[in-house]
């Protein structure tokens, strides 16, 4: 089982960067994807969730309308397209799958992708 986030990066603030999730190993249609996210010296947080569909989507406040989550089961990716980035985006970001089945649950994680947005 893999999950292997790409495109963090240095960005100035305002600016946008899309972040992708590149699944194997796992039957990916199968899983609510999410992103969370890790800032110095702070809690990891959910960011965004996505149904296994792609039709149901989630965001915690400070993302809608700025961030969006998106998932393509027919390359077994998550995006997620964060626009108007600011400081406090500086984080590392992680991809989550998860499956529920009754009351057992399946976790896998990303190593994590790096995004610094200067001021």
């Known amino acids: 089982v893999q999950l292997v986030e790409s495109g963090g990066g240095l960005v100035q603030s305002g600016g946008s960067l899309t972040l992708s999730c590149a699944a194997s190993g796992f039957t990916f249609s199968s899983y609510v994807m999410r992103w969370y996210r890790q800032g110095p010296g702070k809690e990891r947080e959910l960011v965004a969730t996505?149904?296994?569909?792609?039709?149901?989507?989630y965001y915690i406040d400070s993302m809608k309308g700025r961030f969006t989550i998106s998932r393509d089961n027919a390359k077994n990716t998550v995006y997620l397209q964060m626009n108007s980035l600011k400081p406090e985006d500086t984080s590392v970001y992680y991809c989550?799958?998860?499956?529920?089945?009754?009351?057992?649950?399946?976790?896998?994680w990303g190593q994590g992708t790096q995004v610094t947005v200067s001021s």
């Open positions: 996505i149904s296994s569909t792609g039709r149901s989507t």
């Open positions: 989550n799958a998860l499956r529920s089945l009754g009351s057992f649950q399946t976790n896998y």
